[in-house]
C-alpha cells in the first residue's frame, strides 16, 4: 500500500541542541498510530514539522507524495496540545470558522459528535471546562474528512469516563482511508485503538510495529512494554 506519510533521514535541532536524530517513520492508511515517548523525547517537535509549524530541518518529510506545505496543510487535522480559541469566540463561530477555512469540514457531523458531548452551540468557550474545551476540540477535528488526523494528548484533561467516549467517537468518526497519529502519555487508556505504535526515545525512534505483533512475541501490553523501555535507571 502506498504511504500517506513519509519521513527519510529527519535531523532537527533548536539551536546547536540535537533534537531528532535520523528518524524514518513510513505511515498508511487505515493505520492508527500511537507516538509515545517520555517528556522531552520530540513527539511535538516531530508534530509540529508534519503539521508546516516547524520548517528549520533537514531530511525527507512527506505527506500524500508532496512536500509539507499548503497542499499538505489542506488534508492535515491538527489537534494541538493546548486549546487555541480566543477568549471572544463562542462555540458556533468555532464551527463557522472551521466552515470557513476547511472545504473538507463536516457540519452535520460536528453537530452529532457535539451532542453526544452534551456541547451547546450558544455557549463562551472560556467559560468551558478544560475537559469540555478538549472535547469541543476533538469534534472539530474529528469532522475532518482529511487524510491525516495528528492528535496531541486528546485526553489528558478529561475524566476516565469521558476518556472512554473519547475514544469510542474517534473509532466510530474514522474511516479506513485515513491515518490517525496520536502523542500521548496516557498509554493504559488509550492503547486498545492503536494498530501501531512508535517508541521515541531522546529524539530517536526505538521500536516501530503493530501491536498484534507485539502482544504476540511478547505478551505484554503496550503500557507494560513502555514502562520497561523507559524505565528511570
Ligand atoms: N522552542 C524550543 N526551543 C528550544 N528547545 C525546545 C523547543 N521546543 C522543544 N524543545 C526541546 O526539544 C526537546 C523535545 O521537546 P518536545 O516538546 O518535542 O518533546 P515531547 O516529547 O513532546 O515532550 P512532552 O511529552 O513533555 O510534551 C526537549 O528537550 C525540549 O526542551
Redesign the pocket.
Known amino acids: 500500500m502506498e504511504n500517506l506519510v513519509e519521513i527519510c533521514g529527519l535531523n532537527k535541532a533548536?539551536?546547536n541542541?540535537p533534537?531528532l536524530h535520523d528518524i524514518d517513520i513510513f505511515l498508511q492508511p487505515g493505520q492508527i498510530v500511537g507516538l509515545l515517548?517520555?517528556?522531552?523525547?520530540?513527539?511535538?517537535?516531530?508534530?509540529?514539522i508534519l503539521t508546516g509549524l516547524l520548517k528549520d530541518y533537514s531530511g525527507v518529510v512527506k505527506i500524500n507524495g508532496k512536500a509539507i506545505g499548503t497542499e499538505t496543510k489542506a488534508i492535515v487535522s491538527y489537534l494541538p496540545?493546548e486549546p487555541y480559541f480566543s477568549d471572544w469566540m463562542k462555540v458556533k463561530d468555532a464551527l463557522s470558522i472551521f466552515m470557513d477555512m476547511y472545504a473538507d469540514f463536516d457540519y452535520a457531523k460536528c453537530l452529532e459528535i457535539m451532542k453526544k458531548f452534551q456541547i451547546e452551540e450558544n455557549v463562551r468557550i472560556k467559560t468551558m471546562s478544560k475537559g469540555t474545551k478538549e472535547k469541543f476540540q476533538l469534534a472539530l477535528v474529528m469532522s475532518r474528512k482529511a487524510k491525516l488526523i495528528i492528535l496531541?494528548?486528546p485526553i489528558g484533561g478529561v475524566d476516565p469516563a469521558a476518556r472512554e467516549v473519547i475514544l469510542d467517537t474517534i473509532l466510530e468518526n474514522y474511516s479506513p482511508e485515513q491515518t490517525i497519529l496520536i502523542?500521548t502519555?496516557l498509554i493504559a487508556d488509550i492503547e486498545r485503538i492503536f494498530s501501531n505504535v512508535i517508541f521515541?526515545k531522546k529524539?530517536k525512534i526505538v521500536l516501530n510495529k503493530e501491536v498484534e505483533e507485539i502482544r504476540q512475541e511478547s505478551n505484554k501490553s503496550i503500557d507494560e512494554l513502555f514502562r520497561e523501555e523507559f524505565r528511570y535507571e
Do not use: M, R
Request: no cysteine.
Open positions: 533548536y539551536g541542541k533534537t515517548g517520555p517528556n522531552g523525547s520530540g513527539k511535538t517537535t516531530l508534530i509540529k496540545d496531541d494528548e502523542a502519555h521515541i529524539g
